[in-house]
C-alpha cells in the first residue's frame, strides 16, 4: 500500500514560554530512557537521560519527569528560545543496549 | 559537533546498485550502533558492534551487511539497493557495549537517495 509520512505532533511555544514534552514508551523492562533534540539537517543530539530508579532529572534550563506506573516521559524546557526549535525524541533502552526511539515531536519556538 | 563522523554527506545512486556508508566513532568509544531514518518509519535500530564483534541486531534486512574494523571505525553495506532504502543512515558511537547511563552520541548522517 502507499506509505505515508509520520505526522509528527507539534508543540508551538512563545519565546520565554515553558515547553512541556510528552512522551509514551512501550516496555516496562526499560532502564534508561534519553531524549534528544534533532535540527533539520543534522543527527540527534543527546540532551538529559534518567535512569528508571529516579522519577526527575534536571540539567540546564531542562528537566525530565519519569511515570513508570503510566510508561510516560517528559521534557520540560524552561525560557524556551528560538534555537530549541528543533524535533525532539524520547528513547528508550531496550535489552542493554538498543535504542527504541518515539515517533518525535516538532517543537517551534515563536518569537 | 559530536565527534562522530560519518561519510559521504549525500550519496545518489540506482536501484540494484551497492554502497559503503562510513563511519568513525568518537575517540575512545568502542560501541558503533547503525540507524536508519525515514519519513514512515521513523528511527530505526539496525545493528551494533562492539569491539569489533557484532553485539546486537535490529530491524536490518538480509540486503545490509556490517563491520567494525580493528581501528573501530565501520562501515555499513546496503546491496540491491530498492527505491524504498532511500532514507537517513545515522551512526552512532558510545564507550560501553550496554546498559543505563551508556548515552549515544551520533553523527550528522548520511543521506541516501536510490533513484
Known amino acids: 500500500g502507499e506509505s505515508v509520512g509520520l505526522h509528527l505532533p507539534t508543540l508551538s511555544v512563545q519565546e520565554g514560554d515553558n515547553s512541556i514534552i510528552n512522551c509514551a514508551y512501550s516496555?516496562?523492562?526499560?532502564?534508561?530512557f534519553i531524549w534528544y533534540k534533532q535540527e533539520s539537517g543534522k543527527g540527534p543530539q543527546f540532551i538529559i537521560d534518567?535512569?528508571?530508579?529516579?522519577d526527575k532529572r534536571q540539567g540546564q534550563r531542562v528537566t525530565v519527569l519519569l511515570n513508570k506506573t503510566v510508561k510516560h516521559l517528559s521534557l520540560q524546557i524552561a525560557a524556551t528560545q528560538p534555537g530549541d526549535s528543533a524535533v525532539y525524541f524520547c528513547?528508550?533502552?531496550?535489552?542493554?543496549?538498543?535504542?527504541?526511539f518515539g515517533a518525535g515531536t516538532i517543537l517551534r519556538v515563536k518569537s | 559537533d559530536s565527534g562522530v563522523t560519518q561519510t559521504p554527506k549525500h550519496l545518489i545512486t540506482a536501484t540494484g546498485q551497492r554502497v559503503t556508508l562510513r563511519c568513525s566513532p568518537r575517540?575512545?568509544?568502542?560501541?558503533v550502533y547503525w540507524y536508519q531514518q525515514s519519513l514512515d518509519q521513523g528511527l530505526q535500530f539496525l545493528i551494533q558492534?562492539?569491539?569489533?564483534?557484532?553485539?546486537a541486531k535490529g530491524n536490518i534486512l538480509e540486503r545490509f551487511s556490517a563491520q567494525q574494523f580493528p581501528d573501530l571505525h565501520s562501515e555499513l553495506n546496503l546491496s540491491s539497493l530498492e527505491l524504498g532504502d532511500s532514507a537517513l543512515y545515522f551512526c552512532?558511537?558510545?564507550?560501553?557495549?550496554?546498559?543505563?547511563?551508556?548515552?549515544?552520541?551520533f553523527g550528522a548522517g548520511t543521506r541516501l537517495s536510490v533513484l
Open positions: 552512532a558511537s558510545s564507550v560501553e557495549g550496554g546498559g543505563a547511563q551508556n548515552i549515544q552520541y
Open positions: 516496555n516496562s523492562a526499560s532502564d534508561y
Open positions: 534518567i535512569r528508571s530508579n529516579m
Open positions: 528513547a528508550e533502552n531496550f535489552e542493554g543496549n538498543k535504542l527504541v
Open positions: 575517540s575512545g568509544d568502542l560501541s
Open positions: 558492534y562492539y569491539n569489533g564483534e557484532e553485539r
